[in-house]
């Protein structure tokens, strides 16, 4: 008899709900929080800069008219996007020795994932640096390839001891003593 199955009856019990999740397991869009929608929004912004080379004002025309946006936190999206396109350069140059590849080798969702993790490492310091690293894997598993979420991960785990390195430090030694 299979898990599904009841050992008593032997009817099937219904499969168990996974809230807030899609059935390929994506994060369902009323589940988001702001701050995340802001995230996707950024994502799809900087995709149009890296792709198009589209200009920030004619990017941020376009997303804020896309359905959902009023409910991003728009200060953050705001952040986010104008941040890294005026820093891409700067961004780069942290990623680019992470990376086992050239710089134009990489897709540019994941791309645009890891200036999203970098700018936030060094930026919002109110977002805990394991909160950025989950949200920018959650956005490459959404929006990118198959594995690309392991590389943003690899690259940003890499960066963050650099970046945010004594709440790292504090992180781990909490869990080593725990």
């Not at 896309?66 to 936190?73: C, N, R, V």
């Not at 104008?82 to 350069?89: D, I, K, L, P, S």
């Not at 680019?96 to 645009?112: F, M, Q, V, Y």
């Not at 909160?131 to 959404?142: Q, S, T």
Request: aromatic share 6%; charged share 25%; net charge neutral.
């Amino acid at each position: 008899m299979s898990e599904e199955q009841s050992s008593e009856s032997g009817s099937r019990r219904p499969p168990q709900k996974r809230t807030g999740l899609t059935s390929t397991g994506a994060r369902k869009a009323g589940s988001k929080s702001n701050r995340s929608r802001a995230r996707e929004f950024a994502l799809q912004g900087l995709y149009q800069h890296i792709v198009g080379r589209n200009a920030v004002l004619d990017i941020d025309r376009f997303t804020r008219d896309l359905a959902g946006f009023h409910k991003a936190d728009v200060v953050h999206y705001d952040a986010l996007l104008r941040g890294c396109v005026e820093n891409e350069a700067a961004l780069d140059a942290l990623i680019t020795p992470k990376l086992d590849r050239g710089l134009t080798e990489i897709s540019p969702i994941e791309h645009a994932c890891m200036w999203i993790g970098v700018y936030e490492f060094q930026n919002c310091p109110d977002v805990p640096w394991r909160v950025v690293l989950n949200e920018c894997i959650e956005l490459a598993k959404e929006f990118g390839g198959t594995d690309g979420h392991k590389y943003v991960n690899a690259v940003l785990n890499g960066l963050a001891p650099e970046l945010r390195a004594t709440e790292v430090a504090h992180d781990r030694a909490n869990k080593s003593a725990s």
